[in-house]
């Protein structure tokens, strides 16, 4: 069993910033591709950040500039620091992970999710 356990949400001021967390646990032998995602209702989940096990990190251009995605692969922990945000950003956020278990079967994790709130 693995699971993905995410923190750090909340409601905040356009401008200010958040951090979010994400812990992976369970029978885990291997992480490799680490990320977050978010979900405003009625629309199709999106990719906010992501990260893999060989350094490639990718943002859409939405978010750019604003927020950072970092790993602790010895915590198997992501993080998600998220800084001058607006209204729009106001979603669900989901971390993501392509973990390979200590039966050698890789599956997309996901987390229950966090509401992050932007208020203008």
């Known amino acids: 069993q693995v699971q993905l356990v995410e923190s750090g949400g909340g409601l905040v001021q356009a401008g200010g910033s958040l951090r979010l967390s994400c812990d992976a646990s369970?029978?885990?032998?291997?992480?490799?591709?680490m990320g977050w995602y978010r979900q405003l209702p009625g629309k199709q989940r999106e990719l906010v950040a992501s990260?893999?096990?060989?350094?490639?990190?990718n943002y859409p251009d939405s978010v750019k500039g604003r927020f950072t995605i970092s790993r602790d692969n010895a915590k198997n922990t992501v993080y998600l620091q998220m800084s001058s945000l607006k209204p729009e950003d106001t979603a669900v956020y989901y971390c993501?992970?392509?973990?390979?278990?200590?039966?050698?079967?890789?599956?997309?994790?996901w987390g229950q999710g966090t509401q992050v709130t932007v208020s203008s």
């Open positions: 990260s893999t096990s060989g350094g490639t990190i």
């Open positions: 993501n992970a392509l973990i390979m278990t200590t039966a050698m079967i890789q599956s997309w994790y």
């Open positions: 369970g029978n885990i032998f291997r992480i490799n591709t």
